[in-house]
C-alpha cells in the first residue's frame, strides 16, 4: 500500500511500526451543533481507509471527541445548561448521523473533558523541558524553542516569529507561541491547575489523547486539509518536545474540503449543509457515494445534482447484484481475480473514483455474462470490492423498495428484461414497449443503461 504523506509531502509505501499492527489517529468532532456535510467528509474517508487496513493488519483506530471548547461554552451558556448536557447532545446526533451514511464506530472514542489531569501534566513537562512558559494564568508553547516547527505545513520559523499572519499578544515572548492552557472566571467552566483555574487549548487536547490511547508513536495522523496549520503543526511540536521523539507520526493524511456550488462552505454565507438535512433528501448511502466522488486529497464539489447522481450510480450497482449467483462467501471470492483491481486501486493511495469505475467495470461483466457460475463469482467480487468502500450494505430489495411478491417475483422480473432485450435486440420494439407497460402495472420501473436495464420497485 502507498500513502500520500503531508509530512514528506509524497506518496510512500505504507510500513507499520509493528508488523501487522497499525495505529491510527482521527482528529474528531467539536459536538456543539448538528454535523454539516464538510465534518462528514474526514470520518467517511478514514473509514474506507480502516476497512482497507484491516484485511491486513489489526488496526486500533481513535477518533476524539472535542466536548470542552470556547463555541462549546458559548452555547450551552446561552441555552441555560451544562456543557456536559450540551455536549452528549449532539455527540449522540453525530454518532446518529454517521451511523446513516455508513461509518463504521472507531475503536476508542475519548473525550477531552475526561483526560484533564493528562493534559495538565503533559503542559508541566512541557514547561519542565523548557518548550513552554506561563504568564498570568496563561500557558504558551515556544515555538522558538523548537527547530522542527514548521516541518508538516511548509511555514518558515523566522516568518511566524516575526508575526506573520498571527495575532500578537503582550503575554507571548513570541507572535506565533500558541495556548496551550488558559484562565476561566471563576463562574466559568475550568479546572484547577498550577496556573490557576483554567481549561485546555485546543492543539493540546490531541497530543495527550493520542499519547494516553496509542503510545509515544503512532503509524497513522488523520483530519481535514484545514487542520495541517496551525492545529497537527503545533501536534508535532508538543508531542515530539514533550515525549523526546523525532516522529511521533510516520504518516499524515489529509482530505480535501467541500465547496457548496464553487463557494466555501460557511455560516456567513448561508450554505451550510446539515447531514441531517441531507438525510431527508436521499439515503445514507447516496450521500456517502457522493461523498466518496473524488479524490480523497482534492476538494469535492457539492452539486445540486451531486445527491441524484450518486443514487443512479448506487441504483446500477445495486441491479447488478441481483443478477443471479449464490450468496458470496467471503473466504472464497477475497482472491478473487476480480476483486484484485479494486484493492489495487485502494491501495494506491486510496484511489477511490478508481475502485468505483472498478466496480462499474464488473457491472458491465455482469451483464454481458450468460454463464451462471461466471456471474455469481462476479457479483459475489461486487458485494465483496464495494464493502470496502462501504457500499452496496443493504438488500437490494430493500434499497428499489420491497417488490410485492404476490404480484411479481424478482426472477420473474429478471425473465421479463430478458425476453424484452431479446426483443429488442431482433426490432421488435412495439412487443418491447408491452413487456415495459406489463412490468410497470406490476409497480415496476425500468431504465436503460450504458451498462444493462436496470429496474426498481415503486409505490
Not at 472535542?66 to 451558556?77: F, M, Q, R, Y
Not at 481535514?224 to 515525549?243: K, M, R, T
Not at 457539492?302 to 473466504?331: C, S, V
Request: aromatic share 8%; net charge negative; hydrophobic share 40%.
Amino acid at each position: 500500500m502507498r500513502l500520500h504523506n503531508t509530512l514528506t509531502n509524497k506518496k510512500e509505501e505504507f510500513i507499520p511500526i509493528v508488523p501487522e499492527q497499525v495505529k491510527l489517529y482521527v482528529c474528531g468532532p467539536t459536538v456543539y451543533n448538528h454535523p454539516h456535510i464538510g465534518n462528514a467528509r474526514p470520518p467517511v474517508v478514514f473509514d474506507v481507509l480502516v476497512r482497507l487496513l484491516r484485511a491486513k493488519y489489526k488496526v486500533t483506530y481513535v477518533r476524539n471527541v472535542t466536548d470542552v471548547d470556547d463555541k462549546i461554552n458559548l452555547e450551552a451558556s446561552k441555552r441555560g445548561i451544562s456543557i456536559k448536557e450540551l455536549t452528549s447532545y449532539f455527540l449522540n446526533i453525530f454518532r446518529r448521523d454517521m451511523n446513516a451514511i455508513g461509518v463504521l464506530p472507531p475503536d476508542l472514542e475519548p473525550k477531552v473533558t475526561d483526560h484533564i489531569p493528562e493534559i495538565i501534566n503533559y503542559i508541566d513537562k512541557l514547561i519542565s523541558k523548557g518548550y513552554a512558559y506561563s504568564n498570568k494564568g496563561h500557558v504558551y508553547f515556544d515555538i522558538a524553542s523548537f527547530d522542527g516547527y514548521g516541518k508538516l505545513s511548509g511555514r518558515k520559523l523566522n516568518e511566524l516569529l516575526a508575526g506573520a499572519r498571527i495575532d500578537i499578544s503582550e503575554l507571548k515572548k513570541n507572535p506565533g507561541d500558541f495556548v496551550l492552557w488558559k484562565p476561566s472566571e471563576l463562574d466559568g467552566i475550568g479546572w484547577e491547575s498550577p496556573w490557576g483555574y483554567g481549561r485546555p487549548g485546543w492543539h493540546i487536547e490531541c497530543s495527550v489523547m493520542s499519547h494516553a490511547h496509542l503510545g509515544e508513536r503512532i503509524d497513522i495522523h488523520g483530519g481535514g486539509s484545514d487542520l495541517i496549520f496551525p492545529h497537527h503543526e503545533n501536534e508535532i511540536a508538543q508531542s515530539e518536545c514533550a515525549l523526546g521523539v523525532t516522529r511521533f507520526s510516520n504518516y499524515w493524511l489529509h482530505n480535501g474540503l467541500i465547496r457548496i456550488n464553487s463557494e466555501k462552505m460557511s455560516k456567513s454565507l448561508g450554505n451550510m449543509l446539515l447531514v441531517d438535512d441531507l438525510l431527508s433528501e436521499a439515503p445514507g448511502e447516496s450521500i456517502r457515494m457522493a461523498l466518496l466522488g473524488t479524490h480523497y486529497r482534492q476538494p469535492l464539489e457539492w452539486t445540486d445534482t451531486i445527491l441524484r447522481e450518486a443514487t443512479d450510480k448506487l441504483d446500477k450497482l445495486y441491479n447488478a447484484t441481483m443478477k443471479g449467483g449464490l450468496p458470496y462467501q467471503e473466504h472464497e471470492i477475497k482472491n478473487s481475480i476480480y476483486v484484485k483491481p479494486i484493492l489495487t486501486a485502494l491501495e494506491d493511495d486510496l484511489n477511490i473514483p478508481q475502485a468505483i469505475a472498478e466496480l462499474f467495470n464488473l457491472v458491465k461483466q455482469i451483464n454481458l455474462s450468460k454463464d451462471d457460475t461466471l456471474i455469481a463469482e462476479l457479483v459475489g467480487a461486487l458485494k465483496y470490492g464495494a464493502s470496502f468502500l462501504g457500499l452496496l450494505q443493504s438488500d437490494a430489495n430493500v434499497w428499489f423498495k420491497k417488490i410485492n411478491t404476490s404480484i411479481i417475483t424478482e426472477s420473474e422480473i429478471i425473465e421479463l428484461i430478458e425476453k424484452r432485450n431479446t426483443l429488442r435486440s431482433s426490432k421488435k420494439f412495439i412487443e418491447a414497449d408491452h413487456i415495459r407497460d406489463e412490468l410497470l402495472e406490476k409497480g415496476i420501473a425500468i431504465e436503460d443503461t450504458s451498462d444493462g436495464t436496470i429496474w426498481k420497485a415503486i409505490n
